[in-house]
């Protein structure tokens, strides 16, 4: 619900109900946690966050998947230090179905990779629209903090979003800690 907003708007029967219309109400105070978690720690973040928020979750999945080679950053030829080093890799994902158009705010998730969000984060923010939205960012990590990693995906979006500043938090990060943190962004 929401995937294909315009379509479903010029489909809709005038009889739509009313928590179909909130689906397709992009002014509403719907919450989205888009995420990327190659071996679960965001998942599990962005799960608690979820629930923490009463937000729905979208997964984003590369359409190559990451092998545990692909991981390991000691090895610098592997795919995902050649990807950070590399400011125009983009790899690509497996689907495009984010239903970003049905949420007002999108929290995007992600693990620190070489101090920056995953290259296909950026591929995820060049693909939809984020115009008015509000936009924020929760991470996690091996021990860096979130840096940069936010700004330099909000500089994609080209001032069209209304950016919050992120967090980095534990994958095991609790409701209170994750709602401290969402409610001092005064959205
Ligand atoms: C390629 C790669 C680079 C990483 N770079 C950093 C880093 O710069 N700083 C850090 O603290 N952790 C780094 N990590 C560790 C991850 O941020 C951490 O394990 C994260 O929780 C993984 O999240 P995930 O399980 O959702 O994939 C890196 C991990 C990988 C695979």
Same mark, same amino acid.
């Given at each position: 619900?929401?995937?294909?907003?315009?379509? &479903?708007?010029? =489909?809709?029967?005038?009889?739509?109900?009313? &928590?179909?219309?909130?689906?397709?109400?992009?002014?509403?105070?719907?919450?989205?946690?888009?995420?990327?978690? &190659? +071996?679960?720690?965001?998942?599990?973040?962005?799960?608690?966050? !979820?629930?923490?928020?009463?937000?729905?979750?979208?997964?984003?999945?590369?359409?190559?998947?990451?092998?545990?080679?692909?991981?390991?950053?000691?090895?610098?030829?592997?795919? !995902?230090?050649?990807?950070?080093?590399?400011?125009?890799?983009?790899?690509?994902?497996?689907?495009?179905?984010?239903?970003? !158009?049905?949420? =007002?705010?999108?929290?995007?998730?992600?693990?620190?990779?070489?101090?920056?969000?995953?290259?296909?984060?950026? +591929?995820?923010?060049?693909?939809?629209?984020?115009?008015?939205?509000?936009?924020?960012?929760?991470?996690?990590?091996?021990?860096?903090?979130?840096?940069?990693?936010?700004?330099?995906?909000?500089?994609?979006?080209?001032? =069209?979003?209304?950016? =919050?500043?992120?967090?980095?938090?534990?994958?095991? &990060?609790?409701?209170?800690?994750?709602?401290?943190?969402?409610?001092?962004?005064?959205?």
């Amino acid at each position: 619900c929401g995937a294909d907003n315009g379509k &479903a708007e010029e =489909k809709a029967p005038p009889t739509k109900t009313v &928590a179909q219309a909130a689906d397709n109400n992009a002014t509403g105070d719907k919450i989205l946690v888009a995420y990327f978690s &190659a +071996t679960g720690n965001t998942k599990q973040l962005a799960e608690n966050t !979820a629930k923490a928020l009463g937000a729905d979750l979208y997964e984003i999945r590369p359409e190559s998947p990451y092998t545990a080679e692909d991981l390991n950053y000691n090895d610098e030829t592997t795919r !995902a230090t050649v990807e950070q080093k590399n400011d125009s890799a983009r790899p690509k994902l497996a689907d495009k179905n984010a239903p970003i !158009a049905g949420y =007002k705010t999108i929290i995007l998730a992600y693990p620190i990779w070489w101090a920056q969000a995953p290259r296909i984060m950026d +591929t995820f923010v060049e693909s939809y629209d984020f115009t008015g939205k509000n936009m924020t960012a929760i991470c996690t990590s091996g021990g860096s903090d979130i840096g940069s990693s936010a700004d330099y995906l909000a500089r994609i979006t080209k001032g =069209k979003a209304n950016w =919050k500043p992120g967090k980095l938090f534990s994958p095991q &990060a609790g409701a209170d800690e994750i709602k401290a943190w969402y409610n001092g962004l005064g959205l």
